[in-house]
């Protein structure tokens, strides 16, 4: 599945924004509820319908870290049936941005400074990765995503360099690791997959203005030596 990341804009400011100035720095933005802390939930709330009406996998939405952004998933999914679904998602979101008047961006980095930016985790697994012993295969798999990672950054979306800085969430774009439970890794390993000794890994690095459907064959390419 892919986390699918974006920030509503007002104009030339984040939705909410205040005109001068920047509002309270992130922290409680994160899933949190009331008018001081979200803004557009509304069209949230009607792209996810949209996106169930149109049959699509979407399987949560959230607030984000930065006021006036958000995340949806699609998934899980095989490819290119993720890929596909992202982008009719895509679609979906600028059209109802639309109707209230705003606009949707999926820039990697769309405000300077200590805000994080906007990503397009994405969850893969293999079946050996879901049987029993698979946390094995993971780990292989991580150390398979090592050996080409300059080539998967240079295919994860534009501006990545601005957002893989090694803060707010990230490992720089220059440097790749992976573990158990960190979010300031290239690739998590999640805890309760850890726990289970199967599941699956998380790739870290594709920006939210990726192509999915390159995101998904570098993964199965990396990982299953083709």
């Known amino acids: 599945g892919i986390e699918q990341e974006y920030t509503f804009y007002d104009g030339i400011k984040p939705l909410g924004w205040p005109d ?3 509002p309270a ?6 899933c949190g ?9 509304e069209v949230v709330e009607d792209h996810m319908d949209a996106c169930m009406e ?8 959230n ?12 998934g899980p999914l095989g490819a290119p049936e993720v890929a596909d679904q992202i982008w009719i998602s895509r679609w979906l979101l600028y059209r109802i941005a639309e109707e209230y008047g705003v606009s949707a961006t999926l820039a990697a980095k769309p405000v300077k400074g200590d805000w994080n930016g906007a990503g397009a985790h994405t969850n893969f697994s293999t079946k050996a990765m879901r049987e029993d012993g698979g946390i094995k295969v993971i780990e292989e798999a991580c150390e398979k995503l090592g050996k080409r990672a300059m080539l998967h950054i240079e295919n994860y ?7 893989l800085t090694g803060a707010h969430e990230t490992q720089s774009w220059e440097q790749f690791s992976w573990g158990v439970s960190d979010r300031g890794a290239s ?3 999640p805890w309760q ?21 390159v995101v998904c064959r570098l993964m199965i390419e990396s990982v299953c030596d083709l």
């Open 20 to 22: 001068n100035g920047f």
């Open 25 to 30: 720095p992130q922290g409680g933005y994160y």
């Open 33 to 41: 509820v009331g008018s001081d802390e979200v803004y557009g939930r």
């Open 54 to 61: 149109a049959g699509l996998s979407i399987s949560g939405i």
């Open 63 to 74: 607030a984000e870290v930065m006021p006036a952004q958000w995340e949806y998933q699609i």
């Open 157 to 163: 979306g534009a501006g990545i360099e601005d957002r």
């Open 187 to 189: 690739i998590r390993i």
């Open 193 to 213: 997959v850890n726990v289970d000794g199967k599941g699956y890994l998380e790739d870290r690095r594709p920006n939210a203005n990726c192509d999915p459907y």
